[in-house]
């Protein structure tokens, strides 16, 4: 069974594939389909924005849809200042690589403490197969920024530079697949949420 992971980004698309191909699902993106459409994502919070994305691309192609959004709080930072939905949106201005980086560490020192803030990812997925919805958020909060980046860069993912686990103290960008395990970078609740949701297992 195919599924449509509806992101533009294809380090996120790999996110969940080797998981989802487990349960016999493979994860097609929209590179694949050859089509992105362009969609104001004018919800509330991660969750509606996840089903904003999943409910236009499931009109376009003959297959389950899926989409995930995230948001993120930054300790002490200001309401007007945060985040939240527009990681990349700022002011307006959607913001390249080079730029979010200048973005966050000007945040970082401003409202850090000493060098550091504290930071929380929230995620949103919302699936739809079969003209039937499903959500999932959950967030993680183990880690902070740092003014300083890494000399490590992962395309897609710029924050990853500047962030650092709190329990490996390691920028994002140099923790191993070993460190993943011992920080339980474990998303195996989302893959099986992903794949009930196709598979008919949910039945409310």
Known sequence: MKVLFATGNE?????????????????ITLKEIGQELDIDENGKD?????????RAYSKIVD???FAMDDNLYLENVPDDKQPGMYVRRI?????????????YIGLVKDYGTDGKLTCRWV???AVICDDKEYTYTWSKEDFYMVKTPSDKVNPGYPLNSISVNKKLNKYFTDITEEDKVLVSEDETDVVEFIANSILKKHYK
């Not at 991660?46 to 999943?54: D, F, Q, T, V």
Request: zero cysteines; hydrophobic letters at 40%.
């Open 11 to 27: 380090s996120k698309a790999k996110r969940f594939s080797k998981g989802l191909l487990e349960h016999d699902i493979e994860v």
């Open 46 to 54: 991660a969750i509606e924005n996840a089903l904003i994305k999943a």
């Open 63 to 65: 297959m389950p849809v």
């Open 91 to 103: 002011n307006g201005k959607r913001l390249n690589d080079e730029e979010m980086l200048s973005h």
């Open 123 to 125: 995620y949103g997925i």
